[in-house]
């Protein structure tokens, strides 16, 4: 077992002991905090990470002192900082990780997002999905768990029709290329990306190949609200809470929507990347 997982372990275990103690079931604790009662078992059994504000919330429930619940809010914000590896964590399996990211995004109000050279999740179809997840799997070694993965990626994508969230996704046109599925299943994805350029809380931008590139496109990163950037890397997924790093991604956001097109311009380039696959597949 990763130090990570090991660490997930130990969390899910204390807070069990609490719940244990206070004589609540899973079900009753879930009932308690608005929850579904899924969400208990998986922090109990170390699939899905206790977040700050679940601790806090679930220390409250079952009424532990305040002192045990600082040493455990300590334990979930050090978990979260972790920059553990990828091909660790994907052990614990596709879907756990989904939950994870599920639960943070439902906590974020304001999304700015910019992926190089692969669909941003929260806008990709389920087929799309199963050829990224299939992918993933061999390149990690991770937990044969896509069906279960991509039902939770289907599920994250409710939060884009929440009024209350605003989302500011930015692509190159390069990624709208790229074959990471069969040409059937990237004409859908492209249709996809049609449809959600047309939702009133979402910007979706693409850099065009003709853009002047204000740097090189070198990894993608999702910023939560101001408080959080996540920068994964082939090997660890980043975290990054210092409002400096937070501020520095912020600026380079900003200067790749500088040389975006949104709007009609960017649906302008989404079909015309459409007419060019179905020009290759007749061929």
Aim: net charge negative; proline share 3%; aromatic share 8%.
């Amino acid at each position: 077992m990763s130090g990570f997982q090991q660490a997930r372990a130990d969390l899910g275990a204390q807070l069990r002991q609490l719940r244990e103690a206070a004589q609540l079931s899973g079900k009753d604790l879930a009932a308690s905090l608005n929850w579904q009662a899924s969400k208990v078992s998986r922090i109990e059994n170390a699939r899905q990470s206790a977040t700050e504000d679940d601790v806090v919330v679930w220390g409250q429930a079952v009424q532990a002192d305040p002192e045990i619940i600082d040493e455990l809010i300590a334990q979930a914000v050090t978990l979260l900082e972790r920059q553990d590896s990828w091909r660790q964590r994907h052990k614990s399996g596709l879907a756990a990780l989904q939950e994870d990211v599920r639960d943070l995004e439902a906590r974020t109000r304001l999304f700015r997002v910019f992926e190089p050279g692969v669909v941003i999740g929260l806008l990709q179809t389920a087929e799309y999905a199963r050829n990224i997840f299939s992918k993933v799997r061999r390149l990690y070694d991770a937990a044969d768990d896509i069906d279960a993965a991509i039902q939770v990626r289907m599920r994250r994508q409710e939060i884009l029709y929440d009024s209350a969230r605003r989302f500011r996704f930015v692509m190159p046109e390069a990624a709208l290329r790229y074959r990471l599925a069969p040409d059937d299943v990237m004409r859908g994805q492209l249709d996809r990306l049609l449809a959600v350029t047309t939702l009133p809380n979402v910007e979706f931008g693409v850099i065009p190949f003709s853009a002047q590139l204000p740097s090189a496109l070198l990894n993608g990163f999702w910023i939560y609200n101001e408080a959080m950037v996540g920068v994964p890397t082939r090997t660890k997924d980043l975290v990054l809470r210092d409002p400096e790093d937070v501020a520095f991604y912020a600026g380079a956001f900003q200067d790749l929507c500088e040389v975006a097109v949104f709007d009609e311009e960017a649906r302008e380039v989404i079909v015309r990347v459409l007419v060019d696959f179905a020009k290759q597949s007749s061929l």
